[in-house]
């Protein structure tokens, strides 16, 4: 991964080969003289032609493939946490309602997604904050993933909510 590097060849068994050129990606021809390497991540396209001595010229050829991009290096997952905060009563209880907040950071190759599955739901996008008004006790479930695909173990957050007044 990371570089291609394309050979041409040609051969002619009346007056022999006078000149090989190549052009890549749409850029003008030049003098082929040695294998062309190409290091830029993408898809690519070469196109060639040779020269007899005679001064026939060959039809165009061109090859067409894709250089990966080379891998990070990054296989740290990112660090994850989360939160719950509101008003709560002498036992820790959460009164009316809990806020959810959930943070992640990855120092690499940065965050690409946080995700949380509240009381054994499935996992859903975390975009934001979000409350917790249903009295009882809940678990929230919550992962993320950088921009080179690690995913954070999965952490938990529990807390229980109540009646005001209760």
Do not use: C
Not at 52 to 68: H, L, M, R, Y
Not at 124 to 150: I, L
Request: no cysteine; proline share 5%; charged share 15%.
């Amino acid at each position: 991964m990371g570089s291609a590097t394309v050979t041409v060849s040609a051969s002619d068994t009346e007056s022999g080969v006078a000149s090989v050129e190549y052009a890549l990606d749409g850029a003008s021809y030049a003098v082929y003289s040695a294998p062309v390497s190409v290091n830029d991540a993408g898809a690519h396209t070469v196109k060639y032609r040779a020269t007899d001595k005679a001064g026939n010229v060959s039809p165009e050829g061109s090859v067409s493939f894709t250089v990966a991009a080379p891998p990070s290096g990054d296989t740290t997952p990112p660090q994850v946490s989360a939160q719950a905060t509101g008003d709560q009563d002498w036992a820790w209880n959460y009164v009316g309602s809990a806020t959810v907040t959930i943070s992640a950071s990855d120092a690499d190759s940065g965050v690409a997604s946080v995700e949380y599955a509240l009381d054994g739901q499935p996992f859903t996008a975390y975009t934001k904050p979000f409350a917790v008004g249903q009295p009882g006790a809940h678990t929230v479930r919550f992962r993320a993933t950088d921009k080179a695909g690690n995913t954070s173990d999965v952490g938990t957050a529990k807390f229980r909510v109540v009646k005001r007044g209760s």
